[in-house]
């Protein structure tokens, strides 16, 4: 199969990586706040805004667009994210753009990357969406696993359209690597 294809079986997308995630009109006020960040300039760069509060992860998109160069995203960032303190867990393959925006006075950080590791971490949290995050909400209804040339379901996901995935992954997973050794909330 063509790794892109989105397989359907009686109206039900197949393989999909994450499940229901509950959808809300606003995020609550909470415990912590972090950001995720994935890169684009061709594909979208994708902000998100991440709160923690009492075991359960509540989730907001704030930016999701293409062509912006790193000045660009900075501009928007100093208006999305008010307090600069706050952590930001950025695309690691992407070090010389995260330190300009360290530079920028942001409290960013290089994610860990372990896309494996990284979703079953995500699958464990209860998660609530704000309905205002429509390529959130698209991305998590079609983000799934891979097949090989056989139909069996490989442990990576389709590299498609998972720009905010890839940003939620990285802040939730490689904040709770910072918690250490603290217990982690599952």
Known sequence: L???T???????????IYGLWSEINSCPEANETIY?????????SALIEIRLKDEEVFIRQLLYQSGLTNS??????????PDKSKEIYADSAE????????????????????AKDGIDYVKRQK????????????????????????????????????????AIRYALYTHSLQLEPRIRWL
């Not at 995720?36 to 979208?44: A, E, K, S, T, Y």
């Not at 753009?97 to 942001?106: C, S, T, V």
């Not at 609530?128 to 990576?156: A, F, H, Q, W």
């Open 2 to 4: 063509f790794p892109y």
């Open 36 to 44: 995720g960040l994935d890169f684009g300039f061709n594909q979208p």
């Open 127 to 166: 998660i609530s969406v704000t309905s205002d995050s429509p390529d959130i909400i698209k991305e998590r209804r079609s983000y799934s696993y891979k097949k090989d040339k056989n139909g069996r379901i490989l442990d990576d996901p389709v590299k498609f359209a998972d720009h905010s995935m890839d």
């Open 6 to 16: 989105t397989l359907f079986r009686s109206g039900v997308l197949e393989n999909l």
């Open 95 to 114: 070090p010389a753009r995260i330190e300009e925006i360290y530079g920028a006075g942001f409290n960013i950080h290089s994610s860990d990357k372990s």
């Open 72 to 81: 660009q995203l900075i501009d928007k960032m100093q208006t999305l994210i």
